[in-house]
Structures are given as structure tokens and as C-alpha cells.
């Protein structure tokens, strides 16, 4: 048996048809806000408040938007004010239990890359109250062209993070236990039988999308690539508009900006997401822009996924959920780009050798 | 996460402070004092900064030009450049204004005990440099040499006036200072600021340099130090990017790996000199 | 403090963009109350004699234009273009790319000495502009913003970054991946990226992103199935003036 199937194999499980599946979704909305990918428009994906359990798309390749939307929402007011005489109030953020349903594992670990983002330095309170009380399923995937979570470590069967976690068997699927608030999720709900002892074997998942290295090496490429021409052959074709900042799941720069009502008395100050690649980012109040370039701004992009904050926090700050690459309306692939670095990589470590 | 949450910070809430004192320095830059509710210290180091904030026009990080060594006041020299420093500029004392922080990296000045200080400020760069100036002044034994290059694109530009001009009379500062473009009075150095460093005698190993000036400055002012033979790890710079956050976050004042809101703004030369975005 | 006086001037254009004012509705009313509308042909017969605040709408494209615009910065305090024709030329300026007998001939036929005309410009090119609204029609929010940064005496923030940002914070699909033609990923945002949000493909109305990679964007458009031909055509209906389009190469097959 494989590391993998043992670790697996540890936690108790419960065989559970699809139909009994939303049963237990409609149990969880008794207890707490359930919240999972629905459709989104003709051939895309979003998570939403679960209104019908009947809607919830259990097999699903991503969510446009990465789950951090919970947490770290596209437009958040900040603060309350009033012009005129000088007050504001933060408004409350209600700590409650919400939980997020059939989630796949490198969202999981975008999470836990965005925890150390808001809590390393100074703990962001508006972050953590969201976070506080979440409580997660997880869910098995089959990986699309433009996932490559395996290239970056990140295993479609991993359940770090997760409370309970679903495989696929047959026509229905396993429900695994994985922490106490799993267990305690599971034993309230009255529509399963006894645990079932059959032995799980996962079949290897094969991924369309690869990383030449192993990722453990990646960072040591990223000592080497920086003056790489790589970066003016994607910024030849890149076009600056920000999809893979926006969507990707482990971003989390943000504007801030004060809006005023057409009373001109009361107003928000509101945090919007934002992007390095956007031409204006890296702009200071006189007017000069330290990252114009668009080849500096995609290396700027990526060396915060795989260096910047990886030597910091030790884990890459890519999650390969593959959004940048498949939203990317230019098409330029994450993968593609960190390969190149790798030739480039290899090119440069022969001449030296000679 | 709940073992981090006692630790939670509500990081956008600004204190409600005063302005104390308004002075106009030049045609674009006005000095305010400002005073933290309850008349408290705002316990900040030389080159620290606060996050301003007038409701409806946001906030900028501005540099306190003040020494903690000076009352529980202190001072912020502002020019108008954007919508909150336009706005701000229409305060009047008494005036509400909120303040985050200070925030970030300042000196350290009980580093540089004993130390000849060479300050090299470039325009506006000498309100941050202005804090360390007037603490070592505060503390004049402490120092060796006390040196100050100053350099403005025109006489109509020169910051504090007054504090200039009894820096000029005290024998204990070596004050020299230039402009890009004379006018008719102006009787001093006419030249950038460079052309101030090779005349100067000094003990180099001893000397701190510190450096605040506009972007296109810093490469010029370093090759002129490095000529001087000054050691990179006599010297101190202090950057300047869009620090929305304050407290590194918000990515805006990221140059490579380092947060200048959090890293910096002053940085010890050696830890941004490889870096290509930061000079 | 007194209201701010405010007058609307229309030039070459359809008028749209202030028609788009009087459908503010419930706001126009909390509107009024900011401000002194004193010049308004499309809805009111007065005239002023100066204005704190002048809304141009519409392109500059005759003799006469110029000399009004000039007069109207004159009496202005603030000067604020308003959409696409006044902004960028818009629509308007795709006739400076056929000769100006041609298109004289072809509006006016034999009439065509009794109505000058020169090459259509935005307002930019004759005076000072201190703000600009853009799209086609303008958006009303962003008029609405304008118009309250200028009463509070703020800088309005006038976004550069592209509608795929506002289109991405919407959790909008994308309608390139659902077949259609967009120039959302290089044309300036502001308009909540209302047109992709109801189904519709961004036209470009309100002009390019400062800097933006032209060529990258045809490139672009080819790798979804349309021509290079068509690519610069629909970019040029609104940026007929920005000369990055014109020199635009795509260098990817």
C-alpha cells in the first residue's frame, strides 16, 4: 500500500450514495451556512450560499473565483464615515460557523498560504473573524489541462485542512473523518450506516500539466532566473489585464479607497482586490512607476509564488489550481513559463560547467 | 487560528488626532504639528512614518520630520501632490486628522554613538532626515561630526528656513547647501547635490551617510560615496513607494522580497543593494 | 458655502451622454442638491455667464467647435470631458482615416462648401482638461463620482487597469471563452464592465489602457478566431487617435 492509501486508510469512513450525499448537505445547512461550486453561466463554476442542495456541482474542474472570496471578499468596507464630523465605525463582522462544501485540496492549501499572509507581522482582525469558524469538505478532482497541484506537492487526495473529505467509489463515494468537528458533523446526521472497513486504493491521477522539476528545486531555479529573457517572451504577449491576480487564490494585494454618497457627508472606505501585473501598481505619488514593464511585472508575479514569500513561510505560494493558465485570455500557461525558467535554468548551469 | 485571534489587530482604524500648528514652508509644502488624543507621545523612531487620513479623501504615508526627542507632538511636512496632501493643505489648527501607525523601519540612533553623521537630503528627503538631524542635535555629545548636504532644484524650495538658518550660525553643524537653479539673491553652491561629496575631508570609517532624496537621486549620491570610499555598511537610505497599508499587506510598496512599509523605509544600504527595483 | 455652478455643452456627438444624466433618476433629485445646473440645452433654456464646473460632451470636428471650446474653458473653473467623443475623439474620429473630400461628399453631397469641417479631435487637443468621464454613453456612477469628488474638492480617481479586473471581481464568465469577441482584457475599466456582466462583448468604448500591448491583444483576439483585420478594426471604432493601434504589429502567428 502506497503513503498515500495508508494515510487514507486511517480515518474512519462511511460509504454514502449521491442522493444521501445531499441529504447530508440539507443536514449541514440545519446546523450552519453551507457554501459550494453551482454553475456559473454556460460552462464556468463559482461558490455560492447552497439555497437547493440538488444544485451543487460535486464534479467540477474550478470556481472562477478561489474560496478566499470568504475570507478576504473582492470589496470590503472597511470603515464607515462620516465627513462632517470627523467619526467612523467598523463594521462587524458576525464570527460564525460557515461551511464550505466540496472543496478541492489545493483551495485547502491556498488557505493555509493566505492564514500566513494575514497573521505573520501583524494578525489582519477582519480576516480572522472570517476564518475563525470555517469548517471544511473536501472533495477528489480530475485534473483538467491547466491543473499541475502534483508539480507544486499538492496531492488531489490531500485532506490537510479539511474536517471531513469525499472520495469518489463506484456510483457514490467515500465520507472521510478527519478531525473531531468532522466526527461530530457526521454523527448528528441520522442517514448513514456503520463505518465501512474496505480498503481505499487510489488510482494515480494523471496530470495533463507538469512542472520539469520537483518542486522542492524550485526555489533554487528562482536564484538564477531573474535577468532571464523568459520574461520578455511573456510580456511580448501578456496583456496587463490582471485575470491571473484576480483569480489567483493565493493573491491578496488590495486598494484601499474612500468613497463618499450623494450627500457628500457619509461615506466607506472600501478594500478592493488588486494586482501587480496592473500598469499603475507599482505607482508613488509623483508619477514614476517601478515595475512599467510588463516583463517586470510577470517576473514580480512570479517570484512571489515561488520565492519571496517561500523563503519566508516555507511553502511555494502557488497552489497549481491552474486559474492564472486557464483564464489567462491570452492563454499563457504558469507551467509553460516555469519550465522555460527551468531550460533557461539548465542552459545557464551547463555553460559554467564548460 | 483561534490562538492567533487574541493577537488580532483591527489594522484600518485610525486614532481621531489634532492638528496643532499649521506653517507654510514653501509654495507646495506646509509643515503641521499634530497632537495624538490625551496630548500622548506617539513614541515613533527617526524615519518612521504615519498613515494620514481625512475621510473622503483616503490616506498617504507621510514621514515624521520630528525627533522623539521633542514633545509629545510631532510634525509632518507635507507636500501637495494627490487627494489627501491637496486636502490636507486646506487644514486649519485645530482640525481633526487620523493617524495608523508610525509604521515601519527607522534608524536606530544609538547605532551610530560616537559616529561622524553625514546627512544627504535631496528636496522633500529632508523632512524624514530632519528627525534624525534634530535628535542628534538633542543629543550633540553623542555625535562626532555633524554634517548636512542639502540640495533643492531652487531657492524657493528650501524647507525650514529658520532651523536652516541656525544651523548655519551653530559651529557645531557643518551645513552646506545647493540649488539646481539660483535666482537672482541666491549667493550659495549652485549644482545637484553631488557635487557637494568629493570636496568633503573625512574620517570615512567613521562616518554614517544617510540619504533621502527623490527616486533619481540615490545612484548618483551612492557613486559619488562610493568614491569617498565610504563602506556600503556605513550607509542608510530611506525609499519611497505607495504604502497604502502600512503594515504589509497590501503589496502596493513591495520592491522584491522586502515590504517598504514594514523592512523599511530606512534600509541599511547592504540589504537593498542587490536589489534592481529598489535603487 | 455656495453651490457649485455647473453647466453641459454638447459638440460633435449624439447626446447621448447627457441624456444618460437625465435617466439618474431618484440621484438627479440628491444631485441638484449639490450643485446649480445653470446651462443644459437638452433639458432647460438658460444661459450663463461663467460655471465653476463645465461637462463637455462631444468631439471636436469644425471650425466653430474650436472657437466655442475655446470660450467655454474661458468661463470655466473646472473643465471635465464627458464620454467617448469628448475623451478620445471616439466614434466621431474613424473619419480622419478616409480622405476629408471623400467624407465631406459622401454626408453632404453637393452641400458639402456650406459645412467646414476639420479632422476630428477630443477636446484635450484644443484646451485644458482637468477630468475625464469616458464610455459610450458615459457611465452615471462614475459621473456621479466625478461630479462629487470635484463638490468635496478631491481628485476624483479615474481607473487605468483593464474591464477584466471589474469583470473578474464580478465573478463574471468570461465571454471570450464562450465564443464572443472582447477587448475587455486592454480597454480601460470604470464602467463596472457593465456590457460583458449582461452578456454583451466590451467594445472598447471608453478607449485603451495607458501602455498597453496592442500587439499582445491581436494576438490575443486571433488565438479566439477572428482575423487580424477585424482585431484592429473593432479596437479602432473607439481609438481611431491612438497611435499605438496604427503601429501595432502582432508578432505571433
Redesign the interface.
Known amino acids: 500500500m502506497n503513503a498515500l492509501d495508508e494515510k487514507l486508510n486511517r480515518f474512519t469512513k462511511y460509504k454514502i450514495s449521491e442522493q444521501t450525499l445531499r441529504k447530508f448537505i440539507d443536514y449541514l445547512k440545519q446546523q450552519a451556512p453551507v457554501f459550494a461550486p453551482h454553475h456559473?453561466?454556460?460552462?464556468?463554476y463559482?461558490y455560492e450560499c447552497v439555497e437547493n442542495s440538488a444544485e451543487v456541482v460535486l464534479s467540477y474542474p474550478r470556481t472562477?473565483?478561489p474560496l478566499k472570496?470568504y475570507f478576504l471578499p473582492?470589496?470590503e468596507v472597511l470603515l464607515n464615515f462620516n465627513?462632517k464630523d470627523n467619526t467612523f465605525s467598523k463594521p462587524e463582522i458576525i464570527e460564525e460557523t460557515r461551511i464550505f462544501f466540496a472543496v478541492h485540496s489545493y483551495e485547502m492549501a491556498s488557505l493555509k498560504r493566505l492564514d500566513y499572509s494575514f497573521t505573520q507581522g501583524h494578525v489582519e482582525s477582519n480576516y480572522v473573524s472570517r476564518r475563525k469558524y470555517a469548517i471544511f469538505v473536501g472533495i477528489s478532482y480530475t485534473p483538467d489541462e491547466s491543473h499541475f497541484s502534483k508539480s507544486v506537492g499538492i496531492d488531489v487526495e490531500e485532506t490537510e485542512g479539511f474536517d471531513l473529505f469525499l472520495l469518489p467509489v463506484g456510483d457514490g463515494y467515500f465520507l472521510l473523518e478527519i478531525t473531531d468537528t468532522g466526527k461530530r458533523l457526521v454523527e448528528g446526521f441520522p442517514g448513514l450506516a456503520a463505518p465501512d472497513t474496505t480498503e481505499i486504493k487510489t488510482e494515480p491521477l494523471q496530470f495533463k500539466s507538469k512542472i520539469k522539476y520537483h518542486h522542492n528545486r524550485l526555489p533554487a531555479v528562482f536564484d538564477h532566473v531573474y535577468k532571464s529573457k523568459v520574461w520578455d517572451k511573456y510580456?511580448?504577449?501578456?496583456?496587463?489585464?490582471?485575470?491571473c491576480n484576480?483569480?489567483c487564490s493565493t493573491c491578496y494585494c488590495f486598494d484601499i479607497?474612500d468613497?463618499?454618497d450623494?450627500?457628500?457627508e457619509h461615506g466607506t472606505r472600501t478594500r478592493?482586490?488588486d494586482?501587480c501585473m496592473?500598469?499603475?501598481f507599482a505607482e508613488v505619488a509623483g508619477g514614476e512607476n517601478f515595475r512599467?514593464s510588463?516583463a517586470r511585472r510577470t517576473r514580480h508575479r512570479l517570484y512571489r509564488k515561488f520565492k519571496y514569500i517561500t523563503a519566508k513561510s516555507e511553502m511555494l505560494h502557488c497552489v497549481g489550481c491552474g486559474r492564472c493558465s486557464h483564464?489567462c485570455?491570452?492563454?499563457i500557461s504558469m507551467t509553460d513559463i516555469v519550465n522555460d525558467l527551468i531550460t533557461d535554468y539548465e542552459e545557464k548551469q551547463n555553460k559554467e560547467k564548460i | 487560528m483561534e490562538n492567533l485571534a487574541q493577537h488580532a489587530e483591527d489594522l484600518y482604524c485610525p486614532e481621531i488626532a489634532t492638528i496643532t500648528r499649521v506653517e507654510t514652508l514653501t509654495a507646495s509644502e506646509k509643515r503641521f504639528e499634530i497632537t495624538m488624543p490625551g496630548n500622548r507621545p506617539l513614541n515613533h523612531k527617526p524615519g518612521q512614518f504615519v498613515e494620514v487620513s481625512i475621510f473622503?479623501?483616503g490616506e498617504a504615508p507621510i514621514s515624521i520630520c520630528s525627533s522623539p526627542t521633542r514633545g509629545p507632538s510631532f510634525d509632518l511636512t507635507v507636500r501637495a501632490t494627490?487627494?489627501l496632501t491637496?486636502?490636507m493643505h486646506?487644514l486649519e489648527a485645530g482640525s481633526q486628522i487620523g493617524i495608523r501607525g508610525p509604521f515601519g523601519n527607522g534608524f536606530d540612533p544609538q547605532d551610530f554613538k560616537g559616529r561622524d553623521m553625514l546627512f544627504i537630503c535631496g528636496g522633500i528627503g529632508l523632512a524624514p532626515l530632519k528627525s534624525l538631524i534634530d535628535y542628534t542635535l538633542d543629543r550633540r555629545n553623542d555625535f562626532g561630526r555633524i554634517i548636512i548636504l542639502y540640495g533643492t532644484k531652487n531657492p524657493a524650495e528650501i524647507l525650514f528656513p529658520e532651523e536652516i538658518e541656525k544651523w548655519q550660525q551653530q559651529t557645531d553643524i557643518e551645513f552646506v547647501m545647493t540649488v539646481d537653479q539660483a535666482d537672482e539673491q541666491w549667493q550659495g553652491h549652485v549644482g545637484v547635490i553631488t557635487t557637494l561629496i568629493p570636496p568633503l575631508e573625512l574620517d570615512v570609517k567613521n562616518t554614517i551617510a544617510t540619504v533621502v532624496g527623490p527616486p533619481v537621486m540615490y545612484k548618483f549620491v551612492l557613486m559619488s560615496l562610493k568614491g569617498k570610499r565610504i563602506p556600503d555598511e556605513n550607509i542608510y537610505l530611506s525609499l519611497e513607494r505607495r504604502m497604502k497599508c502600512g503594515v504589509g499587506k497590501c503589496g502596493h510598496c513591495q520592491i522584491n522580497d522586502t515590504y517598504v512599509c514594514q523592512d523599511g523605509p530606512v534600509y541599511h544600504y547592504p540589504h537593498v543593494k542587490q536589489l534592481e527595483e529598489a535603487v | 458655502m455656495s453651490k457649485p455652478r455647473v453647466a453641459f455643452f454638447d459638440f460633435t456627438s449624439c447626446e447621448g451622454c447627457q441624456l444618460n444624466k437625465l435617466n439618474l433618476e431618484n440621484?438627479l433629485l440628491?444631485?441638484l442638491?449639490?450643485v446649480d445646473i445653470v446651462e443644459f440645452r437638452e433639458a432647460m433654456d438658460d444661459k450663463a455667464e461663467n460655471y465653476d464646473v463645465a461637462f463637455i460632451e462631444g468631439s471636436i470636428s469644425t471650425p466653430s467647435c474650436v472657437k466655442r471650446i475655446y470660450d467655454i474653458r474661458r468661463r470655466a473653473g473646472v473643465l471635465v470631458s464627458l464620454g467617448s467623443c469628448a475623451v478620445l475623439g471616439g466614434v466621431n474620429a474613424m473619419k480622419n482615416l478616409h480622405p476629408a473630400d471623400w467624407v465631406q461628399e459622401a454626408v453632404y453631397g453637393d452641400d458639402k462648401y456650406l459645412f467646414p469641417s476639420i479632422p476630428v479631435q477630443p477636446v484635450s487637443a484644443y484646451v485644458k482638461v482637468d477630468y475625464e468621464i469616458r464610455g459610450c454613453p458615459m457611465s452615471t456612477p462614475e459621473f456621479?463620482?466625478v461630479l462629487?469628488?470635484i463638490?468635496?474638492?478631491?481628485?476624483p480617481?479615474i481607473f487605468?487597469?483593464?474591464v477584466?479586473?471589474e469583470c473578474?471581481?464580478?465573478?463574471?464568465?468570461?465571454v471570450?471563452?464562450?465564443g464572443m469577441f472582447?477587448l475587455?482584457?486592454?480597454s480601460r475599466a470604470g464602467c463596472e464592465a457593465i456590457c460583458p456582466e449582461n452578456g454583451q462583448y466590451c467594445t472598447g468604448c471608453r478607449g485603451l489602457?495607458?501602455?498597453?500591448?496592442v500587439?499582445?491583444?491581436i494576438?490575443?483576439l486571433k488565438?479566439?478566431g477572428f482575423s487580424e483585420q477585424e482585431a484592429k478594426k473593432k479596437l479602432q471604432m473607439y481609438s481611431s487617435l491612438n497611435k499605438l493601434i496604427n503601429e501595432a504589429e502582432c508578432?505571433?502567428a
Open positions: 456559473n453561466g454556460e460552462a464556468s463559482s472562477m473565483q472570496k473582492p470589496r465627513i510580456a511580448e504577449i501578456c496583456v496587463g489585464c490582471g485575470t484576480l483569480l479607497r468613497e463618499v450623494l450627500d457628500a478592493y482586490w494586482g496592473l500598469n499603475t512599467g510588463l483564464f485570455p491570452v492563454g | 473622503g479623501f494627490g487627494r491637496d486636502k486646506l | 440621484d440628491s444631485l442638491e449639490l456621479l463620482h462629487k469628488s463638490v468635496l474638492g478631491r481628485k480617481e487605468d487597469h483593464a477584466c479586473v473578474k471581481l464580478h465573478e463574471n464568465e468570461c471570450l471563452d464562450k472582447c475587455g482584457p486592454v489602457i495607458s501602455n498597453a500591448n500587439g499582445g491583444a494576438h490575443m488565438r479566439h508578432r505571433h
